[in-house]
């Protein structure tokens, strides 16, 4: 493993390299694809124009919000959940796994996670294909930094990269890095997020009533 540090670019962007093995790469994709995948059609989630899985909550897009709590993460991602915490990675443990299959042509328009629903680190695990994540300033669009993520790298986003940038990947089927001159040919990515769930819909009504 090796880490990138680009805060002198976005202040709290940092990628891991290898931040999985080839074989334990295998073991994740092989343990996800014996999984209950929603998106096009199906629930949870059916609007969703790509297949997603979801460990430990349920995060309703339509309703920007967490509808329910499924337990803890799955076992098979237990070693890196190790991982996390001994890297510090995250100030504390993940309690929610967003897994989403982006094929060629597929991408994710640009945005910020829900700042008050998820805590203050937001991480990324790119397996089989490598992408081109675009980070955005929230104040100004024509500020912007492509990112490439390597297959089984590690994006960390906290501080302004986390709160002060919008992060998106485009739909082109071959994409070019403007800031480092590399072209990518897309093939079906898989992503690994890992987030904590600080707060229910529940919880901000009554700190709201509360006020």
């Not at 080839?22 to 073991?27: K, V």
């Not at 995060?59 to 001994?86: A, H, T, W």
Request: hydrophobic residues 35%; contains cysteine; glycine residues 6%.
């Amino acid at each position: 493993m090796h880490t990138v540090d680009y805060s002198n670019k976005i202040p709290g962007l940092y990628l891991v390299l290898d931040a999985v093995t080839e074989q334990e790469e295998d073991d994740l994709l092989e343990a996800t694809n014996k999984g209950t995948w929603s998106g096009l059609g199906i629930g949870p989630n059916p609007e969703l124009k790509r297949r997603t899985q979801q460990y430990g909550h349920l995060f309703s897009y339509r309703y920007r919000k967490v509808m329910e709590e499924y337990g803890p993460l799955p076992e098979f991602v237990g070693f890196f959940i190790d991982r996390i915490i001994e890297n510090k990675w995250m100030p504390n443990k993940p309690n929610h796994l967003l897994i989403n299959e982006y094929n060629p042509g597929q991408g994710i328009m640009p945005h910020v996670d829900a700042p008050t629903l998820f805590g203050s680190a937001i991480l990324s695990l790119s397996l089989l294909s490598d992408c081109i994540m675009k980070f955005t300033s929230t104040i100004n669009d024509d500020e912007s930094v492509d990112v490439v993520l390597p297959r089984r790298s590690l994006a960390i986003l906290s501080g302004d990269a986390r709160y002060k940038y919008k992060h998106g990947i485009s739909k082109e089927l071959i994409e070019k890095s403007t800031s480092e001159e590399i072209v990518i040919h897309r093939k079906t990515r898989i992503s690994f997020t890992f987030r904590e769930i600080t707060a229910w819909e529940d919880d901000l009504k009554k700190k709201e009533e509360a006020k």
